[in-house]
């Protein structure tokens, strides 16, 4: 219901409006032009007049220019903030125009894009390497996990540093089973692998290594599940696991005076059965297991949707929209694929950082 205050002030405009242009009127009507201004300038001071008593008025309005179409991009259009986050991982998948052109080697290479509208409405990017490296500008960024997570950790060295500086690293990057550590010293960029390819070892890197360290990291990278589904195999022992990765990830930020880390979750990527390489695998990584491994992660607290502190980084949509001629072994995929979850990272960052000024 309009109340006694605004009814009040309509009353008052509608005496200030048409009084003093009834009166105009006589006088100006030999004059139009003259007539109208006057008819502006006193319209624009009914505007002034109500305001105070239609607060809402500019709102209404803002919200009949802007209000979103049918689309996805359209729902994507309030790039204020967190409102992009879910679009992050709307990208598009297209034949690159050649293997060679794309550096991936042999194989049907893919290329992946957001798609225009929403990249303009969003800003999402692909972060040149200055780009890159002015976002982590002094940042230490730790990504901990399995093979999942080391492919990321070659993805980001790929971006930040020139072409034969990664290509050195990768040997020691991919030694069997071990920790890596890289630097980029002129952004004062720290950059660490930790071999944690179980869910015990993500939860003693959390509660243990990292509480009594003298800095915690910028950016937290974490995922596992591949070894605890080929080792285990049991989705509510996972679950558990991950309920204990989230509970020390919830800890090690809480009593920090200093903002906490970006934490990201490494989800699983999509398994192609009949292309895994050994008998175990094929008869333990099915569609079936992985269905109940993912739902676990949906639901033990760990990701933001279901009130946890990572955001995920949804490994499986990226790898199955890439398809089967993206991977060797039908677990591992293309260093397009990787390049896709980092720019999205990067993007989130991007995302955060402006929200927590």
């Known amino acids: 219901m309009v109340s006694a205050a605004a009814q009040a002030g309509v009353v008052a405009a509608c005496v ?18 003259l007539f109208f201004s006057g008819a502006l300038f006193v319209s624009l001071a009914v505007g002034v007049h109500l305001s105070p008593y239609l607060p809402s008025v500019p709102h209404l309005l803002a919200a009949s220019f802007f209000l979103p179409g049918p689309g996805a991009a359209s729902s994507a259009a309030d790039s204020s903030g967190s409102s992009c986050v879910p679009f992050l991982h709307r990208v598009s998948w ?15 290479a893919r290329t992946w894009s957001w798609p225009p ?11 040149s390497r200055d780009d890159a490296s002015l976002l982590l500008n002094g940042s230490w960024v730790m990504v901990a996990g399995d093979s999942q997570a080391r492919l990321l950790v070659l993805a980001l060295l790929r971006l930040l540093l020139d072409p034969a500086a990664a290509a050195a690293a990768e040997p020691e990057l991919f030694r069997r ?24 070892n993500l939860t003693r890197l959390l509660r243990e290594d990292l509480r009594l360290a003298p800095r915690v ?25 991950l309920a204990s990765v989230a509970g020390a990830a919830k800890s090690l930020r809480s009593p920090l005076p200093v903002p906490p880390p970006h934490m990201f979750w490494l989800g699983l990527p999509h398994l192609v059965n009949h292309m895994l390489n050994t008998d175990a695998k094929r008869a333990h990584m099915n569609g079936t297991m992985l269905r109940a491994y993912d739902l676990e992660v949906d639901q033990r607290g760990l990701v933001r949707g279901d009130g946890g502190p990572f955001l995920l980084l949804d490994v499986g949509k990226l790898t199955q ?13 293309d260093g397009e694929v990787y390049d896709a979850v980092l720019h999205i990272m990067l993007n989130a960052l991007v995302i955060e950082s402006q929200q927590r000024i």
Not at 16 to 33: C, D, I, T, Y
Not at 94 to 108: E, P, Q
Not at 321 to 333: I, S
């Open 177 to 200: 089973h071990s920790d890596y550590r890289a630097a980029v010293p002129a952004r004062g960029i720290s950059v660490d692998f930790v071999w944690a390819p179980f869910e015990s």
């Open 94 to 108: 297209s034949d690159a125009a050649s293997a060679a052109a794309k550096g991936l080697g042999g194989g049907a």
């Open 16 to 33: 200030v409006l048409f009084v003093p242009m009834g009166l105009a009127g006589w006088h100006l009507s030999r004059n139009k032009v």
């Open 117 to 127: 509208s929403l990249a303009s409405a969003c800003g999402f990017a692909r972060l």
């Open 321 to 333: 929209g890439c398809g089967q001629q993206c991977t060797a072994d039908g677990m591992h995929y």
């Open 217 to 241: 990291p910028d950016v937290l990278v974490l995922g596992s599940g591949l070894w605890h589904m080929l080792h285990v195999t049991d989705a509510a022992s996972y679950g558990d696991a």
